[in-house]
């Protein structure tokens, strides 16, 4: 299973960036961005289920939109950040639950983060 995280950068207050996540290798249930700011806990942004269902932090209600997409081998997972605030900054992570080769509970995977820098 790998999970291949783009689109971080630098952006001014009020813009807009796009993370991109390429899921492959498996089937994928629960996917989601989390994001880290320095000297913070790692924190949920947004989560979807394989059925499109969202659910996004209070701090990004309104703002950010999580999709998904599946093609032949890869679902690709979506956050559209808009109106970016300085308190946005963070490395951001994609995250996805897959179900094992045989039976078994379901595993949690980790794509590398991808840093946005919001400057006021």
């Known amino acids: 299973v790998q999970l291949q995280a783009s689109g971080g950068g630098l952006v001014q207050a009020g813009g807009s960036l796009r993370l991109s996540c390429a899921a492959s290798g498996s089937i994928f249930g629960l996917m989601g961005w989390y994001r880290q700011a320095p000297g913070k806990e790692r924190e949920l942004v947004a989560s979807i289920t394989s059925r499109g269902i969202a659910n996004y932090a209070d701090s990004v209600k309104g703002r950010f939109t999580i999709s998904r997409d599946s093609a032949k081998n890869t679902v690709t997972v979506y956050l559209q950040m808009n109106s970016l605030k300085p308190e946005d900054t963070a490395v951001y992570y994609c995250?996805?639950?897959?179900?094992?080769?045989?039976?078994?509970?379901?595993?949690?995977?980790w794509g590398q983060g991808t840093l946005v820098t919001v400057s006021s």
């Open positions: 995250n996805a639950w897959a179900p094992p080769p045989g039976m078994g509970a379901m595993n949690n995977y």
